[in-house]
């Protein structure tokens, strides 16, 4: 066998991996959030992708429901950390407390602590509350009185919020947005769903029932492989072209990060690889551009007047940018 067919070997072997365990998660979450496919599959994408999801909805579209089956059904440990106005820093981190018998500080570990962590109704919380999460999501790591603890891999939060015309929330700060990989909403269900919903929870929630079907092994073997799956330059420069007109489109105040980019980057990689792709297209890119970027941008003060939306902006932004001609042979 040659060098080149033992890199495609390779390569496929590391794309049937991200399949399977996508596959399989999808499949197990979607006996608990009923209709919901495509959704599913970013948050499974999300967590393959090694970054944090925003859930923007209203109460009671399942939002907390999709996390905890999201954790059984890999086995890995779950903490949920329901936000309110007077909680503090040390209470989603952990403090340190003094031992009487044993004189010395003893470090007890927040709810944080966890591989996904449920951060229900985020914006709930004051701003200092809030920057709590910002280095465990950023280094995946928290600091309590100068020591360091690193997190588990896999390490997700998944955190909830209100729309935040709702009564008692605080935004979330650019900072903390910016950290989050992909922003998705729910949404209601349609009748015909609502219906199963109501069927499917007449005896107990269907959660209960959720089995592990992944290994964590598989989840962090998959993680890896993604990073293998080829992006050409022109869809690289793509990728730029499209976050650089965040920047200098009339109706945005303040345009994506770099992160942005790279969240672009590491999420059409994914995407691909869940296609059974060991390339990444354009489509790619344009299917994921919304997600990844419109909670990024802020929009100018006259364009909220007129009611635009980031979510406008980027489709303005995707009908304006020219689409390279990608080639799947390297």
Known sequence: MTREETRRTSDNHNINIVQSVAERVAQNVGQVIIGKRNEIRLTILGLIAQGHILIEDI??????????????????????IQFTPDMLPSDVTGVSLFNQKTREFEFRPGPIIAQIVLADEINRATPKTQAALLEAMEERQITVDGVTYPMTDPFLILATQNPIEYE????????????????????????????TVLSAQ??????????????????????KAVREVYVAEEVMRYIVDLVNATRRHHDVYLGSSPRGSLALFRTAQTRAAMA?????????????????????IIVGPEARVNKVSPRTIIQDILASTPVPGASATY
């Open 59 to 80: 109460p009671g579209v399942g939002k907390t429901m999709l996390t905890k089956a999201l954790a059984r059904s890999i086995g890995a440990s779950f903490s949920r």
């Open 276 to 296: 059974g792709r060991d390339y990444v297209i354009p489509d790619d890119v344009k299917a994921l551009a919304e997600v990844t970027l419109s909670h990024r």
């Open 202 to 223: 007449q005896y107990q929630h269907p959660v209960v029932n959720v089995q592990q079907v992944i290994t964590v092994d598989e989840l962090l073997e998959a993680q």
């Open 168 to 195: 008692g929330t605080f935004p979330l700060p650019e900072a903390q947005l910016d950290r989050f990989l992909i922003k998705i909403q729910l949404g209601y269900p349609n009748p015909a769903e609502e219906l």
